[in-house]
Nanobody, 122 residues
Framework: QVQLVESGGGLVQPGGSLRLSCAAS????????MGWYRQAPGKQRELVAS???????TYADSVKGRFTISRENARNAVYLQMNSLKPEDTAVYYCNGAGVRSSVTSYVGSYWGQGTQVTVSS
């Protein structure tokens, strides 16, 4: 089955950096859009950044200039480089793959990773 697994979260001081990684596995032909979402306690999940197979990116206004998303299509992997982290960046970060096409079935769907905790605190 298709599975997305995140890694790279942890505790970091304000102003520090973290790099999140997400790898999709399974009988995958292609993934249209990959992205990172986050959910802070008591808040709704929000889009942080996304990237298409062609490399077109979008960012939430709150992270522009600080975060950079990238992907490796051959590995079905997506990354999020987070710099100048702020306490308000604290959240569980989720990897998402949209438009995932499998070689096993004609179904095209979206999948979520299990999430990785990012805590920015001194």
């Amino acid at each position: 089955q298709v599975q997305l697994v995140e890694s790279g979260g942890g505790l970091v001081q304000p102003g520090g950096s973290l790099r999140l990684s997400c790898a999709a596995s399974g009988s995958i032909v292609s993934i249209n859009v990959m992205g990172w979402y986050r959910q802070a306690p008591g808040k709704q999940r929000e889009l942080v950044a996304s990237i298409t197979g062609g490399g077109s990116t979008t960012y939430a206004d709150s992270v522009k200039g600080r975060f950079t998303i990238s992907r490796e299509n051959a590995r079905n992997a997506v990354y999020l480089q987070m710099n100048s982290l702020k306490p308000e960046d604290t959240a569980v970060y989720y990897c998402n793959g949209a438009g995932v096409r499998s070689s096993v079935t004609s179904y095209v769907g979206s999948y979520w990773g299990q999430g990785t905790q990012v805590t920015v605190s001194s």
